[in-house]
């Protein structure tokens, strides 16, 4: 049995969402999270998962969102993020259908004080919803790990009561993922912080489940933003495993693994790193830093293959008269970005054991 015998194809929403996780994690899988900025990024996302046959998670960051708007819009009270949210969300659920993957539709970290972001996705979704019987979104992260852990939680169960009401997925953040992203800069948080604690999961998941069983935790075991040479970031996704005993030992007897983790600042890892992660129950793996570096690399590499023939509009090797347009016209170049994402995604995809899982 397949994952489209039990989930349709296009994006999911409620429970179609966690059937995906579920499965993943009875197979030993997770699927990748791309954040994406453009109909350009998505579009390579979507095909990258088309061609290796396996789901994928499209998510939004706060600044990415803002991008896709356009930089001509004011980001005044988040309204260009909101407004590119939404712009997003409508662009890849109208393409995910012909592409025949599930898609999870996910925002990435959302701070306290991009809270104004967070509540325009919501009433975007709740507007949706009112027409299509579904969310705009599949799911959302609220990033509080910044806060006090009750703040974190009990501000992130109130939210989750509201999306709960529509089917929409929580996914929250304990401890603190290093580095720097998206404007938001952690690169001199004390290495304690950097590690969850047992007790912490535990609060969340118990404070969480009053409220629905849909949510996700990203745990905190020494991830950073960003890229670094493997072993220059001690990861210890052993103790997610440990995490796993706890929960399972004190509220969910009979569960194998009752979270549903997600693996941040993932650039850089060591295959057997992931590995592991996966094997204690890690059901989603965001991966930006990586697919960025791809995008311009396949632009940068036309540009040197192509060099004399990107110098003038008419004019090149091949004689002065000689027009350049099939060379500078931006549906070559931005596709040989796209083919070098898609190839860079792809081995993420196997990284993750996430390869046919359709």
Not at 240 to 267: C, I, M, N, Y
Not at 292 to 319: C, S, T, V
Request: with cysteine; aromatic share 10%; glycine share 8%.
């Amino acid at each position: 049995m397949g994952l489209l015998d039990i989930v349709p194809t296009g994006v999911l929403n409620g429970e179609d969402v966690v059937k995906v996780y579920k499965y993943a994690q009875e197979h030993n899988f997770a699927i990748p999270a791309v954040n994406v900025t453009s109909s350009s990024t998505a579009n390579a996302a979507l095909q990258a998962a088309r061609d290796i046959k396996s789901p994928i998670i499209i998510q939004a960051s706060n600044g990415g969102s803002a991008f896709y708007a356009g930089k001509g819009i004011d980001n005044k009270n988040q309204e260009a993020s909101v407004i590119g949210a939404v712009a997003l969300a409508h662009h890849v659920r109208t393409l995910a259908k012909y592409y025949k993957v599930p898609v999870i539709l996910h925002s990435d970290h959302c701070a306290k004080k991009l809270l104004p972001w967070f509540d325009g996705m919501l009433d975007a979704d709740e507007d949706y919803f009112k027409t299509h019987g579904v969310s705009l979104y599949s799911s959302h992260m609220l990033d509080l790990s910044e806060e006090s852990l009750e703040e974190n939680v009990q501000t992130s169960k109130k939210y989750f009561e509201r999306m709960s009401k529509i089917g929409l997925i929580l996914e929250i953040e304990l401890g603190i993922t290093g580095g720097e992203e998206d404007g938001v800069d952690n690169t001199g948080v004390d290495n304690s912080a950097l590690y969850s604690q047992p007790s912490d999961i535990l609060y969340a998941y118990n404070e969480l489940s009053q409220v629905s069983p849909n949510f996700t935790i990203a745990a905190a075991f020494g991830n950073v933003h960003g890229v670094y040479k493997p072993g220059n970031v001690k990861l210890h996704p052993e103790i997610l495993g440990g995490f796993q005993t706890h929960v399972r030992d004190e509220v969910a007897k009979g569960q194998q693994k009752p979270v549903l983790f997600v693996f941040h600042g993932g650039s850089g890892s060591t295959e057997s790193e992931i590995q592991e992660a996966v094997k204690n129950g890690v059901v989603k793996m965001n991966i930006d830093t990586d697919t960025q570096w791809a995008y311009w690399n396949g632009l940068r590499k036309f540009y040197e293959g192509k060099k004399d023939f990107l110098q003038a509009q008419i004019g090149n090797p091949e004689g002065a008269d000689k027009p350049n347009k099939k060379y500078y016209d931006p549906r070559v170049w931005v596709r040989k970005s796209e083919e070098e994402m898609i190839a860079r995604l792809q081995e993420a995809f196997r990284n993750l054991n996430c390869v046919g899982a359709l």
